[in-house]
Structure formats: structure tokens, C-alpha cells
């Protein structure tokens, strides 16, 4: 893939109360956001703020993690 065809990723932080009621609503819009982000040309990663990690090692590059249903997905930054 060149740099042309590559695509951007754009982060939606998912905010709100995490009772049990609101969490399902969150959870439900989190799949849905990741659904249609298939169709455009950026990715659309939503995180929901109570599974976001965010760590930067001593060389500067930063981490964000999101632990979900007993799943760690790890994204690294590196540069400006």
C-alpha cells in the first residue's frame, strides 16, 4: 500500500455511566461505530473510556491499550 492509499484512523473516546444498562448502550454503539467504519476510508477506533490505558516509554513512543472481555488490544505510536 502506498502513502496515498493509506488510510487514517480516527479515535472516538466513548464516554458515559457504566451501570448495566448504559454499559450494553456503550458496548452496542462501540460495534456499531467499528461496523460502519468499513466503509469509509479512515478507521474509526472507538475505545470506551473505563478499558483505555495510556503508557509512553522512555523513548517516547506511547501505547494506548484497551482491555476488553478479556482482550488487550495494544496500539503504538511512534513519532509526531
Not at 478507521?43 to 483505555?52: D, Q
Not at 482491555?67 to 509526531?80: H, I, P, Q, Y
Request: overall charge negative; glycine content about 6%; proline content about 1%.
Amino acid at each position: 500500500m502506498t502513502d496515498s492509499e493509506s488510510t487514517g484512523v480516527i479515535f472516538v473516546l466513548l464516554l458515559g455511566s457504566y451501570d448495566c444498562e448504559t454499559r450494553r448502550v456503550l458496548y452496542m454503539v462501540k460495534e456499531e461505530i467499528a461496523k460502519y467504519s468499513t466503509y469509509l476510508t479512515e478507521y474509526i477506533m472507538p475505545l470506551l473510556l473505563e478499558s483505555v490505558e495510556l503508557y509512553e516509554s522512555r523513548e517516547g513512543v506511547e501505547f494506548i491499550v484497551e482491555r476488553l472481555d478479556g482482550k488487550a488490544t495494544v496500539m503504538m505510536f511512534e513519532g509526531n
